[in-house]
Nanobody
């Protein structure tokens, strides 16, 4: 089992920045690729970013490229999502997830463990 706890969400004005954190406990954090997803009201949960176990590879959804950065610190069992240039359409609950794979998957079905989510609200 892996327990994931997100933090760092909040209310920010358009153009602002936030850094989300996801702390993991349980089995070896470095055994898992980590991903960030988000879900806005009335919409499907969608992929945002993912990073491989080692942190050596990562992928982003097209709509966040150049604005968001995913990183991880395996010594701290934590994955981060640095968000800048936030837009009102980025408003959603953001979830981190863990996948027992060596690569960094973009499909949410490949993730076995999920956090409870953290709300990000961007005002215009």
């Amino acid at each position: 089992q892996v327990q994931l706890v997100e933090s760092g969400g909040g209310l920010v004005q358009a153009g602002g920045s936030l850094r989300l954190s996801c702390a993991a406990s349980g089995r070896t954090f470095s055994s898992y690729a980590m991903g960030w997803f988000r879900q806005a009201p009335g919409k499907e949960r969608e992929f945002v970013a993912t990073i491989s176990r080692s942190g050596g590879s990562w992928y982003y959804a097209e709509f966040v490229k150049g604005r968001f950065t995913i990183s991880r610190d395996n010594a701290k069992n934590t994955v981060y999502l640095q968000m800048s240039g936030l837009k009102p359409e980025d408003t959603a609950v953001y979830y981190c997830a863990a996948a027992p794979t060596g690569f960094a998957p973009v499909n949410k079905l490949q993730y076995d463990y999920w956090g409870q989510g953290t709300q990000v609200t961007v005002s215009s």
